[in-house]
């Protein structure tokens, strides 16, 4: 071999050698979310799965740190007028979407517009807008048409939908559409060509992105990125199956481990548990307001007596330390959580329920309650609510489906006989649940465009519209206390306690931070 | 011969077309709205209604079937409600590992199954033939997903030698595809190696009875070259049969193993699109479900000929 013919071998490993290295630099954090990412508009959707990957990849004009407080995000200064009928925002420098493109007022107005024809509080927001505009490619206005006082709280939400900032050709999409062009200016870059829906979901590291200086915080805070890339194992769902691969290190991080694995998981070695959203979530029971009995305020009002929030946490969380009661219906611990008038529930009992019951002018109609039987989260409920209902002296008929069959015949106002139904149980995270416009068992417009249930109550919206209008932050607290006095007294819904949901991590992953849901920044891969 | 193929590639256009309209009449009539689904937890009926007509299932049965069938006159299978992706590159990406574990599942039992059956029906009563007889009897009784879990805590937890889940294309390396593959093809393999062991040894003592293996064995042929040539070549129609059938079962079997290993095969693509009433999806998955089994039993057919030159189509 001549000697430039063995330089050239040498260098040939060196390159190999160096790609090598770079290769296994690369620091990838695995990730097992709580469920499967298919649909990829956080606007269309609500899901909690589409949201997080909004948070990828978009980036917010606000946030809510950990202490429920709003913070900016992409916008670095605002102002209102006196009269808080003009806002006046301006963005902060080195905002740039993937593509390159800066981001600027327009796109803002134009994803703004977006999101006001889905979310329930950008709807709320949006019947207090005159305009929106950007005089100047930095900055972005709003017009109102009188004061409100939730503009800063719906721009800074921190749960689905959330008003993340589109460029405006992608945000200028019908509402009703769903996009696919994913570009956003957030940390991450979402890799398209790498989905595969229900196999995996690859995000890059957006090595442009200029994070804010503090610390993150929820929602809120520096978006700082320190692995090159994250992929979502969207095929492991198995609960087990999830909790051998994470202690066999195949995983990092699972989002949402079953209760069933909890114990093994904390004794396993090389394996954390991590609390990032003590917000938790709470569990709820909702009537259907247009159909016997519960047409009758007096039968939900014994029914709400009769739901003590113990037996349902025992039932489908197990786990003393990952639940509590609490007798809001806001989340307690969140601003507006308070048991303020909720004595219906949380000071009755069983004998009260009864009585309640008698009182009720019953007629012994059946109670139909759905119970999905595919959803580990919330199948026990129905059976503990058929249970409680019973012993009140209800008849129940427990109906036993799919949870997207429960979806589908939710939205059905038919009798029960053609396939209509009385009860169904669910589950909200925190954030979205946490003020009397965000609560969507709270709408009470009935028929009209109400959440399912179809609640129907005009002195609750009055209240509710009060609240939207108050700026001062005492007297919200107080109108949102009505707003929960007024829910318990008509029995909207119960709120049937709450929990926190861990997530459990390989223990050479660190920074995790408190926030409302799964955020993948401010992560180290040790 | 050829006109027999004609005649059976013929014969799988009506049965496809049964299978398509029972299949969309089924679809239009279990409870449950794609739209509500899509539309998420938060969504009202005033919402569901507009997406439910961007769907287009706001048109009446019989427009809708006729949209459907002349997509599928022009070989569009169309496009995914749930995942936004034309229903043919959602089978593509997902047909890779679920042939892949079919295949290797159905080599390992194969390998397996058909010397046991031999063995025990040439040890017939004996100890080897009880054992066969008694793991038939564990292998169809084992629910798979036991078997599965007891499987990844030994190898995967315990000995540290195969990956507990996931699945590597085999464009990525041979290795790594196969080491992803060793248990849940052994996982799956265990009920058709009963089977096929079972059928196996059954097959082969009926032979073992006859005359010609009488001669065979009194010209002083060795008993191995009884066993293969003699017994196991006249045994081997009813074995293709039960091969046959358990390629064409494993193609839709493959569920709840590819659920335990995360393999985002087919199976995980019908629950998917089943949970999400996702009509295009499971139309077009159950319509390749439907053409392989009526292919494989086409091949088989075939194979007679090979295995029993008396047989003539």
């Known amino acids: ?526 | 011969m050829l006109p027999f193929i004609a005649r059976r590639l013929a014969a799988t256009i009506p049965v496809l077309a049964i299978v398509a309209v029972l299949v969309f009449l089924l679809l239009r009539l279990t409870p449950g709205d794609p739209a509500a689904i899509l539309a998420g937890d938060a969504a009202n009926v005033e919402q569901i209604a507009k997406i439910r007509a961007g769907l287009g299932l706001d048109r009446s049965i019989p427009v809708q079937f006729a949209i459907w069938l002349g997509q599928m006159l022009s070989g569009d299978l169309g496009e995914s409600f749930y995942f936004k992706m034309k229903v043919t590159d959602l089978i593509g990406q997902r047909i890779e590992p679920t042939l892949a574990l079919a295949a290797v599942t159905i080599v390992i039992a194969v390998l397996v199954a058909v010397p046991l059956g031999v063995l025990a029906a040439w040890r017939f009563g004996g100890w080897l033939d009880r054992a066969l007889m008694g793991f038939s009897v564990l292998g169809f009784s084992v629910p798979v997903f036991v078997l599965a879990y007891i499987l990844i805590w030994v190898v995967s937890l315990k000995l540290g030698w195969l990956p507990v889940q996931g699945y590597r294309r085999i464009a990525d390396g041979f290795l790594p595809f196969l080491r992803h593959l060793i248990l849940p093809s052994i996982t799956l393999s265990v009920i058709y190696i009963a089977l096929i062991a079972r059928v196996t040894r059954a097959a082969v003592l009926d032979t073992l009875g006859e005359d010609y293996i009488r001669t065979a064995r009194a010209k002083g042929l060795s008993e191995s070259r009884v066993l293969v040539r003699h017994a196991l070549a006249n045994a081997a129609v009813p074995i293709a049969t039960v091969i046959g059938l358990g390629i064409a079962l494993l193609i839709g079997g493959v569920v709840v193993t590819e659920s335990v290993y995360a393999i985002p095969g087919l199976g995980r693509l019908t629950v998917d699109a089943v949970l999400a009433r996702d009509f295009p999806t499971i139309q077009g998955v159950i319509l390749l479900f439907s053409f392989t089994y009526v292919l494989v039993n086409l091949l088989v057919d075939l194979s007679y000929v090979f295995f029993d030159p008396r047989i003539r189509y």
């Open chain 1, 1 to 526: 071999m001549t000697l430039s013919r063995k330089f050239a071998v040498l260098a040939a490993f060196a390159a190999l050698s160096a790609a090598g290295g770079v290769l296994a630099q690369e620091k990838v954090l695995r990730v097992v979310p709580h469920s499967n990412l298919a649909i990829l508009d956080p606007i269309w959707t609500t899901a909690y799965i589409v949201r997080n990957h909004g948070y990828m990849i978009y980036d917010t004009l606000f946030g809510t740190d950990e202490k429920n407080q709003i913070r900016p995000q992409m916008v670095d200064s605002w102002s209102a007028s006196p009269d808080q009928r003009l806002w006046t925002f301006k963005l902060r420098a080195g905002l740039a979407f993937h593509d390159g493109k800066p981001v600027t007022g327009e796109d803002v107005v134009a994803s703004l517009a977006r999101w006001g024809k889905r979310d329930a509080m950008g709807v709320a927001l949006m019947t207090f807008v005159d305009r929106m505009d950007s005089p100047a490619p930095d900055t972005f206005r709003i017009f109102l048409r009188e004061s409100c006082g939730f503009v800063l709280e719906a721009l800074g939400k921190p749960s689905s939908n959330v008003p993340f900032i589109m460029p405006k050709r992608v945000a200028d999409t019908d509402a009703f559409k769903q996009i696919d062009d994913y570009t956003g200016s957030g940390p991450y870059i979402f890799k398209k060509d790498e989905f595969k829906p229900g196999d995996k979901a690859v995000y890059l590291k957006n090595t442009k992105y200029v994070p804010r200086k503090e610390a993150p915080s929820g929602t809120a805070g520096g978006k700082y990125v320190y692995v090159d890339r994250v992929e979502m194992n969207l095929a492991l769902r198995d609960g087990q199956a999830q909790a051998n691969a994470l202690i066999n290190g195949e995983v990092d991080i699972i989002e949402a481990p079953a209760f069933e694995v909890y114990e093994s998981l904390k004794k396993a070695p090389g394996v954390k548990i991590e609390m990032t959203a003590p917000a938790g979530l709470q569990y709820m029971a909702r009537f259907n307001h247009l159909l016997k009995p519960f047409d009758n305020v007096k039968v939900r009002r014994a029914a709400m007596a009769a739901f003590a929030q113990e037996p349902f946490l025992k039932a489908q969380v197990g786990i003393k330390e990952l639940y509590r009661t609490c007798p809001s219906m806001f989340t307690c611990g969140t601003p507006y959580g308070s048991p303020y008038g909720s004595e219906i529930q949380s000071k009755s009992n069983m004998r009260k329920a009864q009585e309640l019951l008698k009182q009720s002018g019953y007629d012994g109609t059946p109670v139909v309650v759905m119970k999905p039987t595919d959803l580990a989260s919330i199948q026990k409920l129905p059976d503990v609510a058929a249970q409680l209902l019973r012993q009140a002296g209800f008849k129940v008929d427990l109906q036993a489906m799919d949870w997207n069959t429960l979806v589908g015949r939710r939205a059905k106002k038919d009798p029960v006989d053609k396939g209509g139904w009385n009860m169904f149980l669910t589950a909200w995270q925190a954030h979205d649940i946490w003020n009397p416009i965000a609560n969507a068992a709270m709408d009470t417009r009935g028929e009209q465009s109400g959440w399912f249930g179809w609640a129907k109550d005009e002195k609750l919206m009055e209240i509710r519209a009060q609240f939207m209008r108050e700026t001062d932050e005492a007297k919200k607290k107080k109108l949102a206390n009505e707003v929960q006095a007024r829910a318990f007294e008509i029995a909207t819904h119960v709120p049937l306690g709450e929990y926190v949901q861990p997530v459990a991590a390989r223990k050479n992953i660190s920074g995790f931070f408190i926030t409302n849901g799964n955020l993948y920044w401010n992560l180290k891969k040790n």
